[in-house]
Each structure stands twice: as structure tokens, then as C-alpha cells.
């Protein structure tokens, strides 16, 4: 991932490196972006490289740098996801929250404001606090979905590579060709935005498979029972996932469950009655980039607009298990 990383900005300010060497900072290094999945044994993460939420967060903020954003914009994507519990997204489920998936973006303010070192390093470079605190202010670092902010282009091109149908090349092609918009990053010529809305398009269908979302759903029964049953307190959430892991199996049951998850491999049409499925609709992320003065990708190209169509179509409402023997009659 630093070979990404250096295709983003050449060199990484001296305000920005102390920040990035914070506590709070580097716990992100030990929180993976793939929600708890690169501990299955799915196939497709089996072979990847770490990509952390510590990489993204730094990888956002070299863009924003890029892109010419201010030193409080910066530092907001620097911080977007300190508040990022251990697995991710598997938290929003433990809280309900799957269609948003914001629920893990609470804390954040409360986190830098607290911190012991970071007000005071924002204050030696003369940046206000106040402008780092939310990254949501800043349209080009994020916007509604569907658009492209340096958030979505920054753990697409990342997710691309690691899953191992993009390349750097192709990340380096996507970058040259972007352009800052009042609200948004837009594309100067079709065939790179037309990739791209691709590769985002194959990203978004793994976010939202029928693997990711019964294991994220079978992790965050784990992680909401193991609160329930004092194995593990809130707080140790915002600890990091191999400390958080050691934790959990610490208790015989909570590491059987523990190693039963981590052996999930694929998941099978299933039926209501079966005591291992699990019906999960989930938020589904996509990206529709604008092409300078030509429109948006779907309005260019026809088998882009059917395809985004279609995964906006796909029916989350089923069964789903691990056990293959039940299926739907």
C-alpha cells in the first residue's frame, strides 16, 4: 500500500506526520478496513495484503493534500475514522444500524478533543481544532452517495488493488485524470471515470456479498454477547483487534465461537426455520463519478447504468447460511 500512498502526494508535511504519530492515530494501525473478514477463511481474503484503517486515513489526507485543501480539511480526513471501533462496520451491526453504518462515527469529536497530544500539536502549526472536527463540512472529502470524495476514491483504489482486480497503473491513470469541483472530484475524460466507476462497482458488490454480510452478522452476535455477558466492556471496543481478539477468547465459549467464525468459508440460500441463517439487508456503496461537462458515468455509458441498476436491484431480503444442507425449497 505505500507504493499507492506515494502516487498521492510526493512528500507528507511535517504537521501532518506528527499527527499521524499519535496514539490515537496509530491505534488504527491494528483496525482492518474489511470489517473483520480478513480473519475468515473466505478465499478471497486469504492472499491480501494489510490494508488498515490507519493507511486510509493517511491516504485521505495525502489526497486532500492534492487536492489543494485547507490545513483544517486535511487533518479532518485525517481523523475521519478515529473513532473506528475494532471490525469496522461489524459495530453499526451490533447497534442495528445497517443501512447508514454511522453509528461508529460517534465518538470521533470526543476522541481528538481528549486526546493528550493532538489539540496541541493543531495549535503549534496554527491549525484551528475546531475546523478538524468533521469531515462532513468539507463536500470534497465527503458527499452524498453515489458522488466521488477523496474518502470513496481513496478506499476504492486501495480495495481495488488489494482484492486484486485493479493495479496501480490503472490508480495512477484514475488520479492524473481528476479534477477538483466545488463539491466534488470529477473526471476530465470518460474511459478513466468509466473504469473507475467499475472498479468501484466490483468493490461495492463485495462490500455488500452474501459472505460479508452474514459474517459481519454472525461477528457482531458475537461481539453484542460478549458485552451482554461482561467478557468484554465498550471501552475495550476502542482498543485494537488483536488485543480486542485476546480478550474474547480468554472465556472457553467466546473462543470456540471465536474459531467457528474464523473457519467460515462460503455461505448457501438457506430458509427461515434453519437455526443458522441469518437474513441481512445491508447499505450498499457505489460510486457514480461526473465527467466534466459530459455528465455522470451512467449518463455516457449504457452497460455501466444497467450494471449499477442491477446492484441496486439485488435482493438482500434472504436466508442465508454456512450450513449448505438447508436451502430454500
Given at each position: 500500500m505505500?507504493e499507492?500512498?506515494?502516487?498521492?502526494?510526493?512528500v507528507?508535511?511535517?504537521?501532518?506526520y506528527?499527527?499521524?504519530?499519535?496514539?490515537?492515530?496509530?491505534?488504527?494501525?491494528?483496525i482492518?478496513?474489511?470489517c473483520?473478514?480478513?480473519?475468515?477463511s473466505y478465499p478471497?481474503?486469504?492472499?491480501?495484503h494489510?490494508?488498515?484503517?490507519?493507511?486510509?486515513?493517511?491516504?485521505t489526507?495525502?489526497?486532500?493534500?492534492?487536492f489543494?485543501?485547507?490545513?483544517?480539511a486535511?487533518c479532518?480526513?485525517l481523523?475521519?475514522?478515529i473513532?473506528?471501533?475494532?471490525?469496522?462496520?461489524v459495530?453499526?451491526f451490533?447497534?442495528?444500524?445497517?443501512?447508514k453504518?454511522?453509528?461508529?462515527?460517534q465518538?470521533?469529536e470526543?476522541?481528538?478533543?481528549?486526546?493528550?497530544?493532538?489539540?496541541?500539536?493543531l495549535?503549534?502549526?496554527?491549525?484551528?481544532?475546531?475546523?478538524?472536527?468533521d469531515?462532513h463540512?468539507?463536500?470534497i472529502c465527503?458527499?452524498?452517495t453515489?458522488?466521488?470524495?477523496?474518502?470513496?476514491?481513496e478506499?476504492?483504489?486501495?480495495?481495488?488493488?488489494?482484492?486484486?482486480?485493479?493495479t496501480?497503473?490503472?490508480a495512477?491513470?484514475i488520479?492524473?485524470d481528476l479534477?477538483?469541483?466545488?463539491?466534488?472530484?470529477v473526471?476530465?475524460h470518460?474511459?478513466p471515470?468509466?473504469?473507475?466507476?467499475?472498479?468501484?462497482?466490483q468493490?461495492?458488490q463485495?462490500?455488500?456479498?452474501?459472505f460479508d454480510?452474514?459474517?459481519?452478522?454472525i461477528?457482531?452476535?458475537?461481539v453484542?454477547?460478549?458485552?451482554?455477558?461482561?467478557?468484554?466492556?465498550?471501552?475495550?471496543?476502542?482498543?485494537d483487534?488483536p488485543a480486542?481478539i485476546?480478550?474474547?477468547?480468554?472465556d472457553?465459549?467466546y473462543?470456540?465461537r471465536w474459531?467457528?467464525?474464523c473457519?467460515?468459508?462460503?455461505?448457501?440460500?438457506?430458509c427461515a426455520?434453519?437455526?443458522?441463517?441469518?437474513?441481512?439487508?445491508?447499505k450498499?456503496?457505489?460510486?457514480?463519478?461526473?465527467v466534466?461537462n459530459?455528465g455522470r458515468?451512467?449518463?455516457?455509458?449504457?452497460?455501466?447504468?444497467?450494471?449499477?441498476?442491477a446492484?441496486m436491484?439485488?435482493?438482500?431480503?434472504?436466508?442465508?447460511?454456512?450450513?449448505k444442507e438447508?436451502?430454500h425449497e
Open positions: 505505500d499507492l500512498l506515494s502516487l498521492y502526494a510526493n507528507m508535511p511535517e504537521d501532518l506528527e499527527l499521524a504519530g499519535t496514539n490515537a492515530m496509530r491505534r488504527l494501525q491494528r482492518d478496513m474489511n473483520g473478514m480478513n480473519y475468515t478471497l481474503f486469504q492472499h491480501m494489510a490494508y488498515s484503517r490507519y493507511t486510509h486515513s493517511l491516504g489526507a495525502l489526497l486532500a493534500i492534492r489543494h485543501q485547507s490545513k483544517e486535511v479532518a480526513c481523523f475521519h475514522d473513532s473506528t471501533p475494532v471490525f469496522s462496520h459495530i453499526d451490533v447497534h442495528q444500524d445497517y443501512l453504518q454511522e453509528y461508529t462515527e465518538a470521533g470526543r476522541i481528538i478533543r481528549s486526546d493528550p497530544d493532538i489539540p496541541a500539536i495549535s503549534r502549526y496554527g491549525i484551528a481544532l475546531s475546523g478538524t472536527l469531515y463540512r468539507y463536500p465527503d458527499n452524498p453515489g458522488r466521488l470524495s477523496i474518502d470513496r476514491l478506499y476504492t483504489l486501495g480495495n481495488m488493488i488489494n482484492y486484486g482486480f485493479g496501480l497503473s490503472e495512477q491513470w488520479l492524473s479534477a477538483m469541483e466545488k463539491d466534488e472530484l473526471f476530465i470518460s474511459l471515470a468509466i473504469l473507475f466507476a467499475k472498479r468501484s462497482l468493490c461495492g463485495i462490500y455488500a456479498s452474501d454480510r452474514y459474517a459481519m452478522q461477528l457482531a452476535e458475537i453484542h454477547d460478549a458485552l451482554q455477558d461482561g467478557i468484554v466492556k465498550e471501552e475495550d471496543l476502542y482498543t483487534e480486542f485476546q480478550l474474547l477468547c480468554k472457553e465459549t473462543h470456540q474459531i467457528n467464525f473457519h467460515l468459508s462460503a455461505v448457501y440460500p438457506s426455520d434453519d437455526p443458522h441463517a441469518r437474513c441481512i439487508p445491508a450498499k456503496r457505489w460510486i457514480d463519478p461526473m466534466k459530459r458515468v451512467s449518463q455516457i455509458d449504457a452497460d455501466i447504468k444497467k450494471e449499477i441498476a446492484f436491484a439485488a435482493d438482500q431480503n434472504k436466508y442465508l447460511s454456512d450450513r438447508r436451502t
